[in-house]
């Protein structure tokens, strides 16, 4: 397997900007993170599967719940930017 010589270059100098320690270590955060999202995908897809196959009645329950928990968490703006934040640092 090998690579064009464009996309070789690509690598070479996305590897500077991310600081990746060498070529295999990029190599690896980038098949982690494609799993991750192919797995993020699939529970997706059964989420979906699951809501579709729900009666109506079943919905409208699992509605109301949504709401209370959604009614639970803090709506200080503050709170939800710093939140948000500290998901990115996560996911980086």
Do not use: I, N
């Amino acid at each position: 397997m090998s690579l064009s010589p464009e996309s070789a270059k690509f690598l070479k100098k996305f590897r500077a900007q991310v600081q990746s320690p060498s070529m295999s270590a990029l190599f690896e955060t980038m098949v982690a993170d494609l799993k991750g999202k192919a797995e993020m995908e699939q529970l997706d897809a059964k989420f979906k599967a699951y809501y579709d196959t729900l009666p109506e009645q079943a919905m409208t329950e699992e509605s109301a719940w949504g709401a209370l928990g959604e009614s639970a968490l803090p709506s200080d703006k503050r709170y939800v930017k710093v939140r948000k934040s500290k998901t990115a640092v996560a996911e980086r």
